[in-house]
Structures are given as structure tokens and as C-alpha cells.
């Protein structure tokens, strides 16, 4: 008897217990509950946490946008910002490339040397042999796939270290461009042709730069009012619609504002078009398809991904091609600028800046983490302190250490924000 009221009196004690315990729950879940509130509780525990996201880059543009702003009043002026987006879009597609490569904790040294040869390939071969140019522009990005498929395979294959590799690859592809090229050096591309209109083609009806911005703006909202729907009927915690709402506005202010910059000079850029699609297209891969998830995985860890069933070879020798299409595609960019092919394609800090501006963005050096958002946040920052300094005469060396500085106290940010996450318990 004494037993059976000790062990109604434990239960009663538990149950007395659990009445008053306080239940743990993750923060995160509580947000979509809490309204506003919880969103402020959210964005402090993140801070408190480590988990920055894309904050410290767009403060910084904020930051960089007034400074030269207070020097000179044309730097966000329309002429100007129009022509900073057309010169970053080259740079910031090859990024693109580079983040699926950082996510998976690698480097590729080649980006820059493959970019020229897929230049110089599609000038010899539309120019001096007469191939229609969208073949040649085809057999041109083929050229960057094929020499990211053979970084791949010696790496995933053969062991060989991704830095080596790439090294090697950006000594070699630079000779064969020059190779290509020959004696003369320099190609000219046709001024009417494809190639030179992803650079110099604007929509001037300013119905094309309005309808981009409602698309986004749009599509935006319509995603998110999904996401939600989604949620509730699976039991989750969602955002409220009046957050849903204030989310779209804080989109839409800074979308329809570049778009009536823009329509006060020449209008949409297709550059600036072509870029948003890829980054766009590429973050729905990255983040929404089973090989996103797997590459993120064997950013975080190698063997857990391999004994998890991912076939480890083909994800890294895939991430390695794509970063091989996405330095011909910026190669082909960077070629419309200049309207030629030359020996310097793909030379000077374009390898550096593709790298920095992905890091820059957000993507972490240290793997598993990144979007493709970080390219195009980061190729932003570079190319505003070249326009910036561009406009007040000083010299490039000056933008080098600037630059330099920049993607050290970004690194920094990372290292800090990794382990402050780790000291939370959440890296």
C-alpha cells in the first residue's frame, strides 16, 4: 500500500511537475506566433548568436553608397549606377560559380584563365573561321564546362587538391588562350553581334524596367504566401500575412526605385536581366532541389554526406563544371565590354574580385554555408568602390588595399560569427 501511494505520489508529483514546467521551444517557431515582437526577439537572437546573414554587406553598401555620395552627386546618380550594374555583371557571374565551390569548402584559382579562353574560343572561331555565333558562343561555354569537368575529376577522382589543381588550370588554360589567339593578340568582335549586345542592349520602353520590378515584387509575395499556406496545413508555425505584407514593401521600395533610375538613362540593362535570372535560377537549385541540399552537405562534412548515400564524386566534379559554364558565361560578358577578345581576358583581379565578391556576399570560406544572393551583394560592394574612386581620380592602388580591406574584415566577420554560433551550440 505504502508503494502504490509512493508511486501515485511520484505521479502526481510529475504530473504537478509538468504542469509547471516551462516547455523549451525553439525560438524560431515562436516568432511566427509572437507577430512583430517575435520577429524582433528573432533578429536579436540571431545577432546574439552569430547568425549575421546578409546584414553586414548591405549596411556596408549603405555605408559606401553615402560616402561617395557626400563627395560627388553623381555616384547614385541614374548614368552612373546603370553602368556600375552592366560592369559587375561579368565579375558577378563567375561568382556565382565560385559559391558552389566555397559552399563545398574548395577554391578554384582557374575561373579567371577559363573565362579568357572561352573568349578567345568563341572570337577564332566566329570571327577568323566565319562559325555562326551561336554556335561558336555555344562551343565557347562548352569550353568552360569541359575544363571545370577535368578540375573535377582530378580532384573527386584522383585526390589531388582542389588549390593544385586549379593552379595548375590557371597556368595552363592562360597559355592555350594565348595559344589561341596567336601572334596578333587581339580579336574584334562583331559590334552588332550577340556577344556584344549583352553589354551595350538596353530596353529603353520604360514599361521593361517597371515590369521587371513587379515580377519581383510579385513573385515575391506570391512564393511567400505559398510558403505560409504550405506551413499551416503541416501543422507549423507561419509568417502573419501583415509581416508577409511589410516584407513585400521593404522589396518592392528599392526594386521600383533602381527601375526608375534606370528608365533615367537608357533603361533596363539586358545584362543586368540576364544576371538576376541566373542568380535567381541558381539559388532555387541551390536551395530547393535535392542537389542543393547534397552540396551543402559535403560542405559540412564529407563523410557524414558519403554515408548518408550521396554520391560524393559526381557532386564535386558537377559543382566544379558549373563553376567552369559560369566563368565562360562571365568570360563572354567581360569580352562584351571591351567588344574583343585579348590577351588580357580573364588577367589582372578579376580572379581576386570573383572570389571577393562571393565572400564579401556572405559565402563562408570555411564551407557549408552561402547563397547565390552573396555574389551579387558582394560583386555590388567591389564595383561601388571602383565606380566611387572611379569618380574622385584616385588611384587604383588605393582601391586595391581598400578592397583588400574589406574582404579581410569580411573573413573576420565570418570566423567570428562561426564560432560565436558554435559557442551558442548552433555550428
Known amino acids: 500500500m505504502t508503494t502504490n501511494l509512493s508511486k501515485a505520489d511520484g505521479a502526481e508529483g510529475a504530473g504537478g511537475a509538468a504542469e509547471g514546467a516551462v516547455i523549451a521551444v525553439d525560438p524560431r517557431l515562436l516568432v511566427r506566433q509572437q507577430g512583430f515582437k517575435g520577429y524582433l526577439d528573432e533578429f536579436r537572437r540571431k545577432m546574439r548568436s552569430g547568425e549575421l546573414g546578409s546584414l553586414p554587406v548591405i549596411v556596408g553598401l549603405i555605408i559606401i553608397g553615402l560616402v561617395f555620395q557626400l563627395q560627388d552627386s553623381a555616384f547614385l546618380g541614374a548614368e552612373n549606377l546603370s553602368n556600375l550594374f552592366v560592369t559587375a555583371a561579368g565579375t558577378g557571374l563567375i561568382a556565382v560559380g565560385i559559391v558552389f565551390v566555397l ?64 593552379l595548375a588550370g590557371l597556368l595552363g588554360w592562360n597559355g592555350l588562350m594565348l595559344q589561341i589567339l ?23 520602353d520604360v514599361a521593361a524596367a517597371y515590369g521587371l520590378a513587379t515580377v519581383a515584387v510579385l513573385a515575391f509575395l506570391g512564393l511567400s504566401l505559398l510558403d505560409s499556406r504550405r506551413r499551416e496545413a503541416a501543422g507549423v508555425p507561419s509568417r502573419p500575412l501583415s509581416e508577409t505584407v511589410l516584407r513585400t514593401v521593404v522589396l518592392a521600395v528599392p526594386a521600383y526605385l533602381v527601375a526608375w533610375l534606370l528608365n533615367q538613362y537608357k533603361g533596363l540593362p539586358l545584362a543586368v536581366v540576364i544576371f538576376l ?18 552540396v551543402f552537405a559535403l560542405g559540412g562534412s564529407v563523410e557524414a554526406a558519403r554515408r548518408a548515400g550521396i554520391n560524393v564524386a559526381f557532386v564535386r566534379i558537377s559543382v566544379f563544371s558549373l563553376a567552369g559554364t559560369m566563368a565562360a558565361v562571365g568570360g563572354m560578358f567581360l569580352a562584351s565590354q571591351i567588344n574583343a577578345a585579348n590577351q588580357s581576358s580573364g588577367a589582372g583581379s578579376l ?66 560569427s562561426r564560432r560565436t554560433q558554435r559557442t551558442a551550440g548552433r555550428a
Do not use: C
Not at 596567336?182 to 529603353?204: C, E, K
Not at 535570372?277 to 547534397?294: E, N, S
Open 182 to 204: 596567336g601572334s596578333n593578340g587581339t580579336i574584334n568582335l562583331d559590334d552588332s553581334g550577340l556577344v556584344a549586345q549583352l553589354t551595350n542592349y538596353y530596353f529603353t
Open 351 to 416: 580572379l581576386m574580385n570573383a572570389i571577393a565578391a562571393a565572400v564579401i556576399g556572405g559565402t563562408s570560406l570555411f564551407g557549408g554555408r552561402g547563397k547565390t544572393w552573396s555574389a551579387l551583394l558582394g560583386v555590388l560592394v567591389i564595383q561601388s568602390i571602383a565606380s566611387g574612386m572611379a569618380l574622385l581620380g584616385i588611384a587604383s592602388a588605393v582601391q586595391y588595399m581598400i578592397t583588400g580591406a574589406v574582404l579581410l574584415a569580411a573573413v573576420v566577420i565570418d570566423s567570428v
Open 277 to 294: 535570372g541566373v542568380v535567381v535560377a541558381l539559388d532555387f537549385v541551390l536551395r530547393r532541389t535535392t542537389y542543393g541540399r547534397q
Open 103 to 166: 559552399i563545398l569548402g574548395e577554391i578554384d584559382l582557374s575561373v579567371g584563365s577559363v573565362s579568357g579562353l572561352a573568349a578567345a574560343v568563341f572570337a577564332v572561331l566566329n570571327i577568323n573561321n566565319g562559325m555562326p555565333e551561336w554556335a561558336a558562343l555555344i562551343l565557347a561555354l562548352l569550353t568552360g564546362t569541359v575544363a571545370g569537368v577535368l578540375h573535377g575529376f582530378f580532384f573527386a577522382r584522383i585526390g589531388v587538391p582542389a588549390f593544385v589543381v586549379t
